[in-house]
Each structure stands twice: as C-alpha cells, then as structure tokens.
C-alpha cells in the first residue's frame, strides 16, 4: 500500500500537468494515464527511482480511431501501468528501447502487426513476425478507421456538434422564409457565437469529442 | 392569452418552413403568443444523441429546457422527436437527483441551472388543452370533404402524463375532425413510417414501411395524409419521390396538420408557401376548393 501510494504520488509530482488519470484499480494494480508526449519521461522517471523496475510488456490496442499502448512494469511486488493514447492519423510509436532494451522487441512486434511506424528504434523496419514485405495495409491486427457511429449517423452528428442543428439550410429555403415575412433562420444556437460557444463548451465538459470522435479544431468527424 | 416558449428544432425552420408559416399564423387566430427560443440548439435528434451517450443528450435538452425556464414559460413543440426527447429529459431530470446534479455542475459554468419548472407540450395537447375545441371550430371557415388517413408518428405515443398512450393521438384525431375532414381507417396507424431505419437500411424502410402504408391508405380511400411530424412529413414526401427509383408511384399528397387548421381556417393558399412541398399538395388544395 505504502509502495503503490508512493509510485502514484512520484509520478504525479515528475509529470504534473502531462498525467490525465492515476488510480490504484486494485491491491497491487495501478495505472497511470498520461500524455503520449510524456511516456518516455514517465519511464525515465520511473527508471532513475526504483531500482528494481522491470520491464514486463507492452500492449497495444486498436480502438478505432485511436491505438492505445500501455506500458506494464513491476516494481517490488505491484505491477505498474502506464497507458497513452495517440491519434490513429499520427501513425508513430516513439520507441524506449534506449531506455528499457527488453522493449525492443515488443515494439517491434507492434510494429508488424499493427502497422505503426517506429521513431529512434535501432531497429525501425518491419519483418520481426512477418515477411519484410508484407503489405501496409494488411496488418492482421489493424482495424478500420472506425468511431462508434454508423455511417449513415455521421453527417447528423457532425452537423449537431460542429452547428448545434441537424439539418443544413439552403439558400432556397432561406428565400422562401423571407418571402414568408420571417427570419432567414429561426433563433437556433449557430446564429450567435456566444450560444455557439456555450453550447460546445457544455459538449466539450462531456467529452464529446472523444465519444463521437470529433476534431474540434478542424470541425468534423475524424472518420467519414 | 395562452403563451408559451416555443421551440421550433431543426426540420421545421430549415428544411419545411411552410409548417412553421401555418402553424405561426394559426396561433394568431386562435391567440396563441409563441415565444422564440433564442439561442436554442438541437433538442437533441433522438436517433444518433442516444446512439453515444445518455449524458450529451441530457446536458443539450437541459440547455434548451432552460432557456423555457428562464422566460418563466412551458414549452411547446412542433415536432414528435423534440416533444418525446425534450419531455422525457424533463422526466428523468426531474426524478434522477443525480443526474440533475451532473448536469447542473456542467450548466453552473455558464451561469444556467436546470430547475425542472417548465412542463413540455406538443402542440397538439396545446390545441387541445389550452385552445379548445370549440375555440378551433369557431375558426373554421372553409371545411375539407376531402377523405384523410391520419399518420400520428410513434413519438406521439410516448406518454408522461398518464398510462394511454392513445391520448394526443385521439387529441389529433378529433382536432382534425373539426375542420370536417373524413378520416379513413386503415389498420396500420401505428407502424412507423421508416424516418428512423433510413438511417440504417433504405430499402427496407422505404418497402417495409413507408410502402406498407401508403398501399394501406390508398386502399381505405384515403386522398392525402396528414401528419404531427415533419420528420414524418419529409419520410412521406421524400421517400414517395425515392420509391420512384423502384418503379412504385404513389402521388399521396401529404400536409400537416398545421396546413390542414390554416387552410380551414381560410389563410390564403399562397400565404401558407405550399409550393415547398414535394408530393402533389398543390393539386389537393385544387380537389380542396381552396384555389
């Protein structure tokens, strides 16, 4: 207990702002959650305090829109594991086999299976477990570029994200209205930016980004 | 006079203004003050919010509910989906401390806060409830002969008031009897009209329930159908256009109700934009005698 609560603690006071999530899931069983920019510290955190530190493996796990790696370590008796996200569209995995050398081939291995591509690994190419010329996109453990939305939700959801309206109005219609004595649009949130604004901003407290998969910066799903 | 916050959602403002154009000049003969939501969003669409996440639903209908709120007013819907979406976010708001609390702690940042004071009607229980019967039928100075199926859309079936589900659907029932149409029965009231399974398989939507429908309907004699939902409303007029491409043709004029109360009430054809319909409307208000 005192050993978990010491990790945690540590962690949290080396990476400050870069950990998103840190919790004990159970005796002897914690995680860690941090920026994917900031794995390679937290390692080397890890690396320069405990000295019994071992490497036991690292996972990687296609969620769609995202891979997930999760970087597991034993440490006196707990099994430490520190987990990132990184955006399927940046195809990289930043290697710590200068770090940890038992990373290697792991990292290799994902590299294979999964496709991603290996920045400062001694080793970058594929061929660990397949053929060297095995195609890109036949990796068996890649999925499609998916989020939780059928296809035909897309345009809705992106329409009620991006505008707060799930129908596009044209400029017919916007005629015919004002031919009818009414505004060109009625009062819907899109008309006013600080609506607007208020609106995303509810969503983004919620998350919604992450759940429908939602590029805030460039308005739009990331998967069409 | 009766007033209420009215909240207009997406469908009818942007894609079927002629029903907003009715509906804006029928309050103003039976004295109805709608009040604009300003800075309303989605209510939200009730298909693809609750495909993702109960919370984001919550937290938009909480927006929007407390907009009502703040103007002191219930609220009144046009359309089927904002109705049973936005009610039954009132319901659950109102009963689920924690879930108010969660969404209060959200909505406290931009200085709004979910009371559950404002009640949400259809416009068919405001009609009903609130206008009258006898005040609608004082209006009517052109009554239809014409013979119409009714379509009440599965949201009008969802109930929070008591346990029949039956209740705005007879209040439509008997709303559009005023204006002296002849209802036909055709047995399949309830089924859906396939608004929602478009979004998952078309085919199926249109043939294994639009089509059904509308082969009913012909067959009881009906010469239009009337609608509650514009959703409803784009399904008849939209998916009849669609059926074409499978060689089935049906040409079933279809209005809402709304339409139906303006043009009995003797508002000018022209005034009511019926032009923006996409099944032969236009040559039903010719077979009305309104032209």
Redesign the interface.
């Known amino acids: 207990m005192i050993l978990e609560s010491d990790v945690l603690n540590y962690l949290m006071e080396e990476l400050n702002g870069d950990i998103l999530e840190a919790y004990k899931q159970r005796e002897r069983r914690i995680f860690v959650k941090v920026k994917a920019a900031a794995v390679r510290r937290a390692v080397q955190a890890l690396k320069k305090r405990y000295q019994t530190l071992r490497f036991m493996t690292l996972s990687a796990v296609d969620l769609g829109l995202d891979m997930e790696y999760l970087y597991h370590f034993h440490i006196d008796g707990i099994v430490v594991t520190i987990r990132s996200l990184k955006p399927k569209e940046d195809n990289t995995l930043e290697s710590i086999a200068d770090l940890i050398p038992a990373a290697n081939f792991i990292e290799r291995e994902i590299s294979d299976l999964f496709g991603v591509k290996l920045i400062n690994h001694p080793q970058p190419e594929h061929g660990l477990i397949l053929t060297k010329d095995w195609p890109d996109d036949k990796r068996p453990l890649k999925k499609p570029f998916e989020g ?3 296809p ?2 897309r345009p ?2 992106e329409a ?1 994200i991006s505008s ?6 044209s400029a017919f ?1 916007q005629k ?2 004002e ?2 004595g ?1 505004q060109k ?5 899109f ?2 930016e ?2 607007l604004n ?2 995303q ?3 983004k ?2 998350n ?1 980004g992450e ?2 998969g939602f590029d805030w910066e460039k308005k739009r799903l990331r998967y069409k | 006079m009766i007033k209420y916050a009215f909240f207009l959602g997406c469908q009818t403002p942007m894609r079927l203004p002629n029903i907003e154009i009715a509906s804006r000049k029928v309050f103003e003969k039976i004295g109805l003050e709608a009040v604009d939501l300003l800075g309303y969003s989605c209510c939200p669409e009730p298909v693809v919010s609750r495909l993702i996440d109960e919370m984001s639903a919550l937290a938009i209908s909480a927006r929007n509910l407390t907009l009502a709120e703040e103007l002191g007013l219930d609220m009144m819907t046009l359309c089927n989906g904002c109705y049973e979406t936005l009610a039954e976010a009132n319901e659950i708001l109102r009963h689920d401390a924690d879930k108010r609390r969660k969404v209060n702690e959200i909505l406290k940042h931009y200085g709004k806060e979910y009371r559950g004071k404002s009640n949400v009607k259809h416009v068919i229980e405001v009609l009903y409830e609130d206008v009258g019967l006898e005040k609608i039928r004082s209006q009517i100075v052109k009554p239809q002969k014409i013979r119409v199926a009714l379509h009440y859309g599965c949201h009008l079936y969802r109930e929070y008031k008591s346990s029949d589900i039956m209740r705005k659907p007879m209040m439509m029932r008997e709303i559009a009897a005023q204006t002296g149409v002849k209802i036909v029965d055709y047995g399949l009231e309830r089924l859906c009209c396939g608004y929602p399974s478009m979004q998952a398989n078309e085919e199926f939507s249109l043939k294994n329930r639009l089509l059904l429908k509308l082969s009913k309907m012909r067959e009881a004699g009906a010469e239009a159908v009337v609608t509650a939902c514009p959703a409803c409303m784009i399904q008849f007029e939209i998916g009849q256009v669609m059926l074409k491409s499978y060689g089935i043709q049906y040409n079933m004029p279809c209005i809402n109700l709304m339409e139906l109360l303006a043009i009995s009430f003797g508002i000018p054809y022209k005034d009511l934009h019926l032009e923006l319909h996409r099944s032969p409307v236009l040559q039903l208000i010719q077979k009305m005698g309104v032209v």
Do not use: M, N
């Open positions: 939780a939305l059928p035909k939700a809705v959801a009620l707060g309206c799930v129908a596009p109005i219609i015919k209205r031919e009818a009414l649009s009625s009062a819907l949130v008309t006013s600080s609506s208020e609106f901003g509810i969503l407290e919620i919604v759940k429908f």
